[in-house]
């Protein structure tokens, strides 16, 4: 990773393999290099061909390149034969207790995919198309309140997300290169579908590992294996809200190593990142932390970080941090 501060000398490498099964967290206050530390990991592990995939907040690594392998950059479009209904549901925001819309729409997405998979649809936009088979619905059993709100949420959700589906594109894990950088570049899609992505694809991810581990195939398990960059977690991973993508966080977090997952959290607020998912990442490289509140909130998701190392990270100067977890014999 890089040298001791007070010996320039003194290499400080790590275990490559509990990062990956058991998880890392990056954090810092903006400014003190945790891009830098993120890149620096990236090739590192891509000289052990590790499939990295990073979601990409702000296009950081889309034009980045690294000496140990390339960059592959993926679409943030989802195809929507591969989204779970309450994906989309709740992306429309039609209300978990609203039974009667749900049904409405529930219908529309079915009747939406079966026209897809028919190859009849005559529409790429997969909400337009919801849209269309709810007007002809309409037209027919007369003017339905409920199905008109629907349509409203619908009409609402189209300029947000129309550029998000596209019924031509495969499943994004099918573009995941080995030994490549795989960014998802989301700079240009806000939160919401920030989120939907990152569930997506998790969520996914998860199960198709499963399925692998399920049926004793090795090879395949092995094959599905990829380590996670979610820079800006704090966004992702929302500690005091909840968000889809804040629960398959969870989710990886608890189970993903046993699937091949890892996960790496980046965030320059720590104390806004869910205590849950912080708390399983056993490795941590914290840069300067100057707020108390950041400092508190990450000493209490990690049993290795003493009161003394806490006292140190107001200090570091930029590009210096403390290395600690089961990847290091002892806090560095």
Known sequence: LGCLVNQSDVEVNVEANPILSRHLAILAMSGAGKSNTVSVLIDQLLGYSVPVFVFDMHGEYKDASFPNGDVNVISPRINPNYMAFNEIRRLVNIPTNGYIQ?????????EAKNR???GVAHENNFLKLMYD??????????????????????????????????????????????????????????ESVASVLVSH??????????????????????????????????????NKRDSDSKRWIQRVAREGRKFGLGLCLV????????HDALSQMNNMIILRLVEPEDQR????????????????????NVGEAIVLGLMTKVPT
């Not at 080995?178 to 899609?189: I, P, R």
């Open 297 to 316: 909130h990450v000493q209490s998701a990690s049993e290795s970080l003493s009161q003394d190392l806490i006292n140190q990270l107001p200090s570091r």
């Open 267 to 274: 965030s320059q607020s720590p104390k806004t990142v869910d």
């Open 201 to 238: 694809i998790l969520r996914n991810s998860l199960q198709r590992s499963k399925n692998a581990a399920n049926n004793g195939n090795r090879d395949e398990l092995l094959e599905n294996s990829v380590f996670y960059i979610l820079e800006e977690a704090h966004i992702l991973a929302p």
């Open 133 to 190: 088979i709810l007007e002809a619905d309409s037209e027919v059993e007369g003017s339905d309140k409920q199905i008109v709100d629907v349509m409203n949420k619908i009409d609402d959700s189209m300029d947000r997300y129309s550029n998000l589906f596209d019924q031509y594109v495969g499943n994004i894990l099918t573009s995941i290169k080995k030994a490549h950088v795989n960014v998802l570049d989301l700079s240009q899609v806000d």
């Open 102 to 110: 749900e049904r409405h729409f529930r219908r529309a997405f079915k």
């Open 116 to 118: 897809i998979e028919d």
